[in-house]
T-cell receptor, first 114, second 112 residues
Framework: EAGVAQSPRYKIIEKRQSVAFWCNPI?????LYWYQQILGQGPKLLIQ????????DSQLPKDRFSAERLKGVDSTLKIQPAKLEDSAVYLC????????????FGPGTRLTVT | AQSVTQPDIHITVSEGASLELRCNYS??????LFWYVQSPGQGLQLLLK????DTLVQGIKGFEAEFKRSQSSFNLRKPSVHWSDAAEYFC??????????WGLGTSLAVNP
């Protein structure tokens, strides 16, 4: 079974530029999560999708971050414009259903904003 | 409010020695508890989880954890550490809202 795929693995941009990350969850997983992990910290949930609907986006900085999961499968997270403090690893995870606690994580995208 | 504390930021052990990583949680009822491992440049991998029942939980890679309600703890143990166990370890808990709350992690270094 293929795992959660993410791309790109690394990205370096200048502040005020925009960037997009892509995630393809495990086949059949209805729930998809985007996390931000700043160095030295645990993951912070940015947004949770159940199929193509948003379940929780309470910690998503909506003035600059957006995410979509149009067909209920893969998802894109965008930052526009980026700030220095957005430098982090962006992790995508998926699970079978909202009630299933076991989340499977992708390798992450390391973003550096200069 | 729900929270997870991992008191040890960094731990160094010798290969073959035993390991215990501490995790304390704050929650009004019995939470769902997890340990994840993150190797350099990798995503997070679930080691084990506790939902209910037997308080000693066995996981992958020879790890186990014990839930102690009286101490609000869920410590991770391994009897003999291998060099490949060097990684970042995260404890997490979830309550009825099913949202994972993460600790800050413990970085494990293994001396040969």
């Amino acid at each position: 079974e293929a795992g959660v795929a993410q791309s790109p693995r690394y990205k370096i941009i200048e502040k005020r530029q925009s960037v997009a990350f892509w995630c393809n969850p495990i086949s059949g997983h209805a729930t998809l999560y985007w996390y931000q992990q700043i160095l030295g910290q645990g993951p912070k949930l940015l947004i949770q999708f159940q199929n193509n609907g948003v379940v929780d986006d309470s910690q998503l900085p909506k003035d600059r971050f957006s995410a979509e999961r149009l067909k209920g499968v893969d998802s894109t997270l965008k930052i526009q414009p980026a700030k220095l403090e957005d430098s982090a690893v962006y992790l995508c995870a998926s699970s079978l259903q909202g009630g299933d606690y076991e989340q499977y994580f992708g390798p992450g995208t390391r973003l550096t904003v200069t | 409010a729900q929270s997870v504390t991992q008191p040890d930021i960094h731990i160094t052990v010798s290969e073959g020695a035993s390991l215990e990583l501490r995790c304390n949680y704050s929650y009004g009822a019995t939470p769902y508890l997890f340990w994840y491992v993150q190797s350099p440049g990798q995503g997070l991998q679930l080691l084990l989880k506790y939902f209910s029942g037997d308080t000693l939980v066995q996981g992958i890679k020879g790890f186990e954890a014990e839930f102690k309600r009286s101490q609000s703890s869920f410590n991770l143990r391994k009897p003999s550490v291998h060099w490949s166990d060097a990684a970042e370890y995260f404890c997490a808990c979830a309550g009825n809202n099913r949202k994972l709350i993460w600790g800050l992690g413990t970085s494990l270094a293994v001396n040969p």
